[in-house]
């Protein structure tokens, strides 16, 4: 049972007081106190239960007992930095090696995704000689300089000179709501066309690309799956420059996508990257990550004459939890868990898609699992607002869940990789509740109360599975939702104090942060929907 030293509202107070204003929180109006957690599972200070259908921190769920045990174990005998010695560092690098195609063989150890990204700039741009880099829209590659520098999710929010003249951004691969539909005869080649018209762009400016870096699934995007064969075309137009491609799998690695250990795979077994980022499911919370490359690469990077060590970087503790991680996928099936739960979480939430009009489109792999919400299917204009009402309304039902993407309009599923069928079925019954009561109080059903028929203009076939849109849109509110609203407005200043771009601006969104927005949902609500 877990304990706390103050109340909610002195650990607030205390929080305001010491911790930065630009650290947010979950639920700035109510934000819960959590003191201890459990697989998928958390619990506040009076012992009220919460399903975590976000934290892909907590991999193989919450304090795992294998992984809790191998800590203890390993603190109890010895910790100290890898200039010694120590049979974990190199049993870890080699288990670790064993997941990934054989030419990725050479390990580096850090501690958070944003240090491996760091180092794999360091060894792209040592390797290469060049230093421009190509990224993706809305991407998020971490919070120090070098990497707040390739990611627009967030430097756009700067200002308008904010890019460096050497970061180049290439479109998101988004064949829902990118330049390349699921009607494109072949989304893939046209994207990765995008890449090379950089490149020969930049070339005829006199720049030379060292990497082309991308999450092989963007999260902060929107839950954007690239189309297969997008990543091979890239590292080829790439490579033909003198280029690398990075593959950030901070995100999604670690068996999430089910099929699958690393999410670049689902590119096909002819795709391999040059350099793999790992972090956050990694140590299951433990503060831990690692960049994996080749033999040429790090021989390229050694011959610099810079010696790399990292004080914490392969320690004894984190490689004995590094371990663990690696043996409780394997001996629970996380896996194969991924793949059962995750399917059967996609069919039920397509199966609200055809009752609901908000759902523009259900995506995902795995327990990575993206739900668009729009006003109008056939525009897929985003519904931000209706976003964020439902995230609190599920909030109030102990689910808790995110919204993402460059609209805030993507529910996000990312769950512990212990998440169950129930738990899946609870999640998309409160959806379902909290929909269904969104469109009591709006004009969005048709005469008997049934919802508007998914009648579609386009239907494609994509990955395997057919995506239809139906031309369908949302109308006006009407007057007695309207004063409901009405009745729930706050000043966005007084809610969030960047505005409505709180969370966008001003929080990394792997530290999942919320909507700055709570009991104000209300007035924003009325503006979207009016």
Known sequence: ??????GKERTLELRQRHIGPSCKVFFAKDPLKIIRAQ??????????????????VAHVGHCHPTVVQAAIKQMELLNTNARFLHDNLVQYAKQLSETLPPQLSVCYFVNSGSEANDLALRLARQYTGHHDIITLEHAYHGHVTSLIDISPYKFHELHAECQKEFVHIAPSPDVYRGKYREDHPDAASAYAGEVNALIQEARKKGHKMAAFIAESMQSCGGQII???GYFQKVAQYMHSVGGIFIADEVQVGFGRVGKYFWAFQLQGKDFVPDIVTMGKPIGNGHPMSCVVTTKEIAEAFGASGLEYFNTFGGNPVSCAIGLAVLSVIEEEDLQGNATRVGNYLMDLLREQQAKHQLIGDVR???????V????????RTP????????????????????????HRNVLKFKPPMCFTKEDAKSAVEKIDEILTDLEQKTSTRVQNGKSYPVDNTVSVTLRGSKRKMAPASIPEVNSRYRSELEGTKTSPSEECPDGDSGHFKRSACRQEPSSCQDKGLGSNL???LS
């Not at 049972?1 to 103050?6: A, D, K, L, R, Y």
């Not at 668009?372 to 525009?379: G, I, M, N, T």
Request: neutral net charge.
């Open 39 to 56: 697989g998928q599972y958390m619990y506040d200070e009076n012992n009220k239960k919460y399903l975590d259908c976000i934290n892909n």
């Open 364 to 370: 995902g792999v795995g327990l990575f699992i993206g």
């Open 383 to 406: 519904a931000k607002a209706e976003a964020q009402h439902i995230i609190y309304r599920l909030k109030e039902h102990n689910i808790l869940l995110s919204a993402d993407g460059p």
């Open 1 to 6: 049972m877990g304990s706390e030293i103050f």
């Open 226 to 228: 690239p189309p297969p």
């Open 372 to 379: 668009d919400l729009v006003k109008d299917r056939r525009k």
């Open 526 to 528: 009325l503006a979207s």
